[in-house]
């Protein structure tokens, strides 16, 4: 059974930092015989769930929405097989309920990386608010 745990939200005055976690069991993200696309979505209030990051884990390509160029950085931690999501000069826009997900094989463009229906596996969110 697969599940992703994420971990990290919490509540950060806008210029502030946040670093996401994104634990998985049941799948291993990177290995000589797999490879996933792993994105990071969130989803604010009366809003779309939206793609924000993704990691292709085998290839290594990594895909930003415009609006977080620049300040959010996605990474994966082999060893511990977790995917990260660091948020740097975090802003009040970025307040959301941000999401994990991955499917197997790679993120080929960002378009593909943030197809959101594509996903096999969500995990259950972890809050973010940003106060200014």
């Known amino acids: 059974q697969v599940q992703l745990v994420e971990s990290g939200g919490g509540s950060v005055q806008a210029g502030g930092s946040l670093t996401l976690s994104c634990a998985a069991s049941g799948i291993t993200w990177r290995s000589y015989s797999s490879s996933y696309c792993a994105g990071w979505f969130r989803q604010a209030p009366g809003k779309e769930r939206e793609g924000v990051a993704a990691l292709s884990t085998l290839t290594r390509f990594i895909y930003y929405a415009d609006s977080v160029k620049g300040r959010f950085t996605i990474s994966l931690d082999n060893a511990n097989n977790t995917v990260y999501l660091r948020m740097d000069s975090l802003k009040p826009e970025d307040t959301a309920m941000y999401y994990c997900?991955?499917?197997?094989?790679?993120?080929?463009?960002?378009?593909?990386?943030?197809?959101?229906?594509?996903?096999?596996?969500w995990g259950q969110g972890t809050q973010v608010t940003v106060y200014s």
């Open positions: 997900a991955a499917r197997p094989g790679y993120c080929t463009s960002d378009s593909v990386a943030f197809r959101r229906g594509d996903y096999n596996y």
